[in-house]
């Protein structure tokens, strides 16, 4: 059973520019959660989705930060215009379940980097 | 909402010694604290779980214990070894919630 998918691993992007990260949930689970952490810090929670439904995104920015989970496919966490202090790495967790005792595993995260 | 606070920020440790790495929480209302271990370069992993109706928890060299009445959890490693050296980031989770909120972390070094 493959655990949860993140790609690309690292991406390089100019100031302006749009980022996408993409993530493949474990198998069997149906709820995606985007963290992002800053180099030295603790993780961030962004936003949490099920499939085609975005459940909270208070963590995320208002502004030029998207994410969706369709129906088919991986959860994408857009970022558009990308600037310095988007740079950071970016973690995807999956769960069977929403329960507050469900188990998040994490993927190996997206870094990314703006220049 | 929910703040966790995590101590020390680094510890260093002989191999064969113990390290404690110690968090506090704020909102009552939480009832998970997961701990996790995270290499470099890679996505954090779960070492060991706790939830709010057990004070202690044992698995192998690991044992993290809490203490609902004073909101603050510890992870125990015993017998360290050079592999453990990592960040550990222990966090709490809201009775009803899904947002894990983080500690800071705690970069271990295990001195051969």
Redesign the interface.
Known sequence: NAGVMQNPRHLVRRRGQEARLRCSPMKGHSHVYWYRQLPEEGLKFMVYLQKENIIDESGMPKERFSAEFPKEGPSILRIQQVVRGDSAAYFCASSPGSSSTDTQYFGPGTRLTVL | GENVE?HPSTLSVQEGDSAVIKCTYSDSAS??F?W?KQEL??????II?I?SNVGEKKDQRIAVTLNKTAKHFSLHITETQPEDSAVY?CAA?????????????TRLFVKA
Do not use: M
């Open positions: 995590q009832n998970y997961p996790y370069g890679k996505g954090p992993q779960l779980d939830r980031f989770i809201l009775t009803g919630g899904f947002k894990t909120i983080f500690g800071a972390g």
